[in-house]
């Protein structure tokens, strides 16, 4: 199983934006489909985006056309620009596999206000 830390997560205002970043222990992408995911207060986890090991993605649709998922292989790093933030998409963010397996890391916590 792989091991990921995630960073890059912040306090920032409405319309701004983060960078997130996810810290792979070894090679993943070559092989794994992985995802950011987000749990928001009194929220269910959900997928927010996905890379696929073939370079496919898929969005949610509440982020389409403001987060974009994509990963360096070479430094086993994965990221998710957001832009446009809102305060709907505060939320711990996290990354795994996607389907993700039971283990998930401590995420980065994302809160969107003035």
């Known amino acids: 199983q792989v091991q990921v830390v995630e960073s890059g997560g912040g306090l920032v205002p409405p319309g701004g934006s983060l960078r997130l970043s996810c810290a792979a222990s070894?090679?993943?992408?070559?092989?794994?489909?992985m995802g950011w995911y987000r749990q928001a207060p009194g929220k269910q986890r959900e997928l927010v985006a996905r890379?696929?090991?073939?370079?496919?993605?898929v969005y949610a649709d509440s982020v389409k056309a403001r987060f974009t998922i994509s990963r360096d292989n070479a430094k086993n790093t994965l990221y998710l620009q957001m832009n446009s933030l809102q305060p709907e998409d505060t939320a711990v963010y996290f990354c795994?596999?996607?389907?993700?397996?039971?283990?998930w890391g401590q995420g980065t916590r994302v809160t969107v206000a003035s």
């Open positions: 070894r090679n993943i992408f070559n092989y794994n489909t």
């Open positions: 890379l696929g090991w073939n370079g496919n993605t």
């Open positions: 795994n596999e996607y389907p993700p397996p039971l283990n």
